[in-house]
């Protein structure tokens, strides 16, 4: 079955940075958009980033445009999420996601299109 195993996460100050990989396993990486999604304690699932099944193609959410790249390796069936200069308001946990069907854009940024998740990893930055 597909899984998806997110790394990465931890304690960090403000305005340093983390990079969070995710390991897929279980479906053919190079043809599934992959996506990085955030949920902070009381608030709902936040869309972070998206990117094409070839890399050729991402989507941001405002919040984090400038500051966070997202990025795929399909040798390794991993995708990344480069994040820099992290905020506070940045603390969340963070969940990678799959879809064979998700086109890179507006509809990516809604949690209900994506068909796979990982358990997530948690991000905490510190003021």
């Known amino acids: 079955q597909v899984q998806l195993v997110e790394s990465g996460g931890g304690l960090v100050q403000a305005g340093g940075s983390l990079r969070l990989s995710c390991a897929a396993s279980?479906?053919?990486?190079?043809?599934?958009?992959m996506g990085w999604f955030r949920q902070a304690p009381g608030k709902e699932r936040e869309f972070v980033a998206a990117?094409?099944?070839?890399?050729?193609?991402?989507f941001y959410a405002d919040s984090v445009k400038g500051r966070f790249t997202i990025s795929r390796d399909n040798a390794k069936n991993t995708v990344y999420l480069q994040m820099n200069s992290l905020k506070p308001e940045d603390t969340a946990v963070y969940y990678c996601?799959?879809?064979?069907?998700?086109?890179?854009?507006?509809?990516?940024?809604?949690?209900?299109?994506?068909?796979?998740w990982g358990q997530g990893t948690q991000v905490t930055v510190s003021s």
């Open positions: 990117i094409s099944w070839s890399g050729g193609r991402t």
């Open positions: 279980g479906l053919t990486f190079s043809t599934y958009a």
């Open positions: 996601s799959a879809d064979h069907h998700i086109r890179v854009g507006v509809h990516a940024a809604l949690a209900l299109a994506w068909g796979y």
